[in-house]
């Protein structure tokens, strides 16, 4: 719902009362210093073309300086308070006496605030909702971040301007960027393009983004051609402001169009069509932005919706390694084709054949990232806060095996639901591991995401036993999602679970010196591999197994080292309806170089195809494997791409020294 303009602005504060004095401090309007305008922002491109906003407009010691004295100042007017110079954390971002404000004080508004406070940082909210939750660890303004003068006023008691929710005032954001030169993160051009979804789906279009196919919606013509081009059933969905389910209608056949448009407000609402996507699964990745463009994400999670509410995340996701690499190289790349710094929320769809395509992005800390904040050295709320004053990104790793979020949602209206929500609570306080998060809303609503509980344990086993002693209903809800995914995945032809996608294999432990690098490079792509000793000699027996059951296991390719009798490629490629990959080992005390191993892949007869690689190139080899597989997961593709054009700027730069430096100094 639109929020109503205010009139006027009070400021809330969540510490004892202040004197008198104070209090009429606090409740004026503070003149803000005129300072030079920031230029128009461009419009939004691909990736390729973007450029970060890093640190534009007047610099926050210059605009410190300047409250202070009440001076007009201008972008080459005054110099850095001695204050703020020893608060630098570094040279290129903002001390940490900066004031960070935030547009929205909700949920996402108080952890925020929490850590924050951990890190020393002032922090201020701009809501309309009294003592809105963030209010316990932040100053609170009341008004409506959809006010444009309710928003501007808000920026001149601030440093950097950011955002919990994104069905803010964009307009408003601008204007306070180019006005009075404060710190915009992310920018309002990112802004506009996320809060129309429509808008959204074509800008990561432009970027090179896989995505579901999508059109425009406009009256009941183009609505029924959605239906033919599409098929049935489809998605119809609000350009704007839906969340949680709402927004979105399906329509199963042409007749049910005038009632999932009614639902939806009418064509003038502005509407777009999306494609059925038949996913297995939906993985989100929380992924980091700084300001000068670079990028870090956390660790990939498997999320679980009910009544189309995030209920569940689980890390890591239980998907094939594979699988949680592309929604990791899908999320960047979505991430690297918008502007400005902050934490992103992605949500992506996987697909029965591995490959995964682009939901949604939030430009701000998502509910998929909670887990973060007990799972993670530091969590999705303190790496926004260092994106957005210009400071380190910070770890994004695990620090523990395994972890799951678990939503409370309100299971009804009123005391009943807050009932229900404190019985969930007080299992969740007995359960070790378990971290228990109340926002701290105005009552209870059904349905209505009233606080999180985190749980972390030594790997995912523990942490579903830990959730089945507080809600066994959301821990056989993870349980039958596992088991789809791995079915859905194994019938499609990909490899289920965490299971490797290709064997390396060799005759005996003396080549692995050699074929590591082969695994080394699978490593690199996210590809799932297993490494183990076959000799076609020794133990034939074995040899016969591996290669008849393979494929039944999920492997999708076979490198197979070669090394003194040079049989183990050919046997194998005899039994095994997957492509193997030989390479030529020269072993310990060889006379012939490994040309004999060579000799004896390259002569297969007619029927029992073998690939080979130089001797001794085991990483040409894994990257074969990855070539075969990409072959049928975009994702992979696209990494090979990259791949490939790293070799090249490689050897451009080379090239360039050379030119530069001569022969005789290189």
């Given amino acids: 719902m639109h929020c109503a303009r205010v009139p006027s602005i009070k400021i809330v504060l969540s510490a004892p009362p202040q004197s008198p004095g104070r209090a009429m401090q606090l409740q004026q309007t503070v003149a803000r210093p005129q300072v030079a305008a920031r230029p128009q922002l461009a419009a939004a491109a691909p990736a390729s073309q973007l450029q970060s906003a890093g640190a534009t407009g007047v610099p926050a010691q210059q605009r410190h300086a300047a409250r202070r004295t009440m001076r007009p100042v201008t972008c080459t007017a005054a110099s850095p308070a001695a204050g703020e110079t020893a608060t630098k954390v570094v040279e290129s971002g903002l001390p940490r006496t900066a004031v960070v404000g935030v547009l929205g004080g909700g949920q996402l508004g108080k952890m925020l605030g ?325 926002y701290g809303k105005a009552g209870v609503a059904a349905q209505r995401k009233i606080g999180h509980i985190t749980i972390v344990g030594k790997d995912n086993e523990e942490c579903r036993q830990r959730l089945r002693a507080m809600d066994p209903t959301a821990a056989d809800a993870i349980e039958a999602a596992t088991s789809r995914v791995a079915t859905e995945l194994t019938q499609a032809g990909g490899s289920s679970g965490d299971g490797p996608a290709v064997g390396i294999i060799m005759g005996s432990d003396s080549d692995l010196p050699t074929m590591k690098a082969a695994a080394e490079v699978l490593e690199e792509f996210g590809v799932a591999c297993e490494v183990t000793v076959v000799s076609a000699h020794r133990t034939p027996e074995r040899m016969f197994e591996y290669a008849r059951s393979a494929h039944k296991r999920g492997i999708r390719a076979i490198i197979a080292g070669a090394g003194g009798a040079a049989h183990l490629p050919g046997m194998v490629a005899a039994m095994t309806p997957l492509p193997v990959i030989g390479v030529p080992v020269k072993p310990a005390g060889a006379h012939l170089d490994g040309v004999d191993a060579l000799l004896s892949i390259v002569q297969m007869p007619r029927g029992v195809p073998v690939a080979t690689v130089a001797v001794g190139n085991a990483a040409n080899a894994g990257l074969l494997a990855v070539r075969i597989l990409a072959s049928a997961e975009p994702a992979l593709l696209q990494r090979m791409l990259a791949y490939q054009e790293g070799m090249t700027q490689t050897v451009l730069g080379k090239a360039e020294r050379l030119e530069a430096k001569g022969w005789r100094d290189y």
């Fill in 114 to 438: 929490q850590e924050a406070a951990k890190m020393g940082i002032k922090l201020k909210v701009l809501d309309p909702t009294p003592s809105c939750p963030a209010s316990v660890v932040a100053e609170q303004t009341e008004g409506s971040f959809r006010d444009p003068e309710a928003v501007k006023a808000f920026a001149q008691g601030c440093d950097v301007l950011t955002v919990e929710i994104e069905h803010i005032d964009a307009g408003a954001m601008q204007e306070v960027a180019q006005q009075s030169g404060l710190e915009v993160q992310p920018t309002p051009e990112t802004m506009r393009v996320i809060q129309d979804k429509y808008l959204q789906k074509q800008h990561f279009q432009a970027a090179g983004v896989p995505l579901p196919e999508f059109r425009e919606i406009k009256c009941s013509k183009c609505a029924e051609g959605a239906g033919r081009a599409f098929g049935y059933p489809y998605m119809l969905k609000s350009k704007k402001l839906a969340y949680d389910g709402r927004g979105n209608a399906v329509v199963r056949s042409e007749a049910d169009i005038p009632a999932a448009v009614e639902s939806l407000g009418g064509y003038d609402k502005g509407l777009y069509a999306e494609k059925w996507v038949p996913f297995v699964c939906e993985l989100a990745v929380m992924v980091v932005r700084s300001r000068d463009g670079s990028l870090a994400s956390f660790p990939v999670v498997q999320t679980i919706h009910k009544d189309s509410i995030c209920w569940t995340t689980e890390t890591p996701a239980r998907v094939p390694a594979a699988a949680q690499k592309a929604a990791q190289v899908v999320a960047e790349q979505a991430v690297a084709a918008l502007e400005g710094a902050g934490v992103f929320g992605v949500e992506t769809f996987l697909l029965p054949d591995g490959s995964v395509l682009l939901n949604e992005v939030a430009p701000r800390p998502h509910n998929s990232g909670h887990y973060t904040i007990e799972a993670c050295p530091s969590s999705q709320f303190e790496a926004h806060l260092r994106a957005v004053l210009g400071w380190p990104l910070g770890d994004t790793s695990l620090r523990v095996g395994a972890s799951i979020m678990l939503n409370i949602l309100g299971e009804a209206g009123g005391e009943e639901g807050e009932r229900r929500a404190h019985e969930l609570m007080g299992r969740a306080y007995a359960v070790p591991g378990a971290s228990v998060h109340w």
